[in-house]
């Protein structure tokens, strides 16, 4: 069965310095993996996903993600953050047939500090 | 291009009625997927719709039941609601073969 672990339910960094969100993953097969941010009472937005292709996943307003195979991890970074990314994050992992559904993290809530 | 749409926005109900809420899928998109937020969770997959039928349940009862039209949109219904149906409803709309979902803003559900 496939799983997604996020790793620190809270993040706080204080503006222009680096965000690191956790990631960990279980599953069976090379899995698709995904990064998706949520703004409070807004919907979720892709930030981005990797479906096998390059391993360094580049997203939009600036982050990006490793997909690491020998740790089964899938870490969101940014090199600098700023106060907009205040949001929740969360990591999925998405079945590779059927119904592709997705099977979420519980997230990490991150606060940017000015 | 129209993204996908929810309705309504917030709503209240008390327990054991019934509920239903409605998406629109983004245009071009024919499969639809819920998802259920609890407050501080992550969102747990209800079901998902292709061509008119259910495709694929996650661990949901029976009073979670739902439609899709020939238009694509979709119904989620719940029956004998029960304090804890309280959560975000997600809908979200892809095409059958490609494996990214996009979200609409959903649905914020209480039950009194």
């Known amino acids: 069965a496939q799983s997604v672990t996020q790793l620190d339910s809270h993040v706080s960094v204080s503006e222009g310095t680096p965000v690191l969100l956790r990631c960990n993953y279980s599953s069976s097969y090379s899995p698709s993996l995904f990064w998706y941010v949520q703004h409070p009472n807004k919907g979720l937005q892709l930030l981005l996903k990797y479906t096998s292709a390059a391993t360094l996943v580049k997203g939009i307003n600036g982050f990006e993600a490793e997909f690491k195979k020998s740790e089964t991890s899938f870490h969101l970074t940014k090199p600098s953050a700023h106060m907009s990314d205040a949001a929740e994050y969360f990591c999925?992992?998405?079945?590779?047939?059927?119904?592709?559904?997705?099977?979420f993290g519980t997230g990490t809530r991150l606060k940017v500090l000015a | 291009e129209t993204g996908v749409t929810q309705s309504p926005t917030h709503l209240i109900k008390t327990r054991g009625q019934q509920v239903t809420l409605r998406c629109s899928s983004q245009s071009g998109h024919n499969t639809v997927s819920w998802y259920q937020q609890a407050l501080g969770q992550g969102p747990q997959f209800i079901f998902q719709?292709?061509?008119?039928?259910?495709?694929g349940r996650g661990n949901f009862p029976p009073r979670f039941s739902g439609l899709q039209f020939p238009n694509y949109s979709s119904e989620l219904n719940v029956n004998a609601l029960e304090l804890d149906d309280s959560a975000l409803y997600l809908c979200?709309?892809?095409?059958?073969?490609?494996?990214?979902?996009?979200f609409g803003p959903g649905t914020r559900l209480t039950v009194l």
């Open positions: 719709y292709y061509r008119e039928e259910e495709n």
């Open positions: 979200a709309s892809s095409l059958f073969t490609n494996n990214e979902q996009f």
């Open positions: 999925v992992v998405s079945e590779s047939s059927g119904t592709y559904k997705y099977i």
